[in-house]
């Protein structure tokens, strides 16, 4: 079974930048599609961006498009999620999730992935 921990979450005031980190026990980050996520309070979670760890191909909600740059990192095993140009709105719990279909599209519906991490809090206040 694989576990998921992110981490690299915190407080920080609007137009600054933080980097999310998901790490996995013993993955190869080519096997997996992987997938970031957040939920704030009262609403449903959506998928903020993703990447296809066999080529590295990335997908980006609309929302995050230009300020959010997601990468991943073989040799550390690690997938990060950079925001830059945070806004109050981008305040939520940020999951990350991985399924094991390394040659389709990834996704940013929650539906096909099968491993999540617990989440990190971002919230961007003055």
């Known amino acids: 079974q694989l576990q998921l921990v992110e981490s690299g979450g915190g407080l920080v005031q609007p137009g600054e930048s933080l980097r999310l980190s998901c790490t996995g026990h013993?993955?190869?980050?080519?096997?997996?599609?992987i997938g970031w996520f957040r939920q704030a309070p009262g609403k449903e979670r959506e998928g903020v961006s993703c990447?296809?760890?066999?080529?590295?191909?990335?997908r980006y909600a609309d929302s995050v498009d230009g300020r959010f740059t997601i990468s991943m990192d073989n040799a550390k095993k690690t997938v990060y999620l950079t925001l830059n140009s945070l806004r109050p709105e981008d305040t939520a719990v940020y999951y990350c999730?991985?399924?094991?279909?390394?040659?389709?599209?990834?996704?940013?519906?929650?539906?096909?992935?099968?491993?999540w991490g617990q989440g990190t809090q971002v919230t961007v206040s003055s």
């Open positions: 999730a991985a399924d094991l279909r390394p040659f389709d599209q990834c996704a940013l519906i929650t539906n096909p992935y099968n491993y």
């Open positions: 013993g993955w190869s980050l080519e096997v997996y599609r």
């Open positions: 990447i296809r760890g066999s080529d590295g191909d990335t």
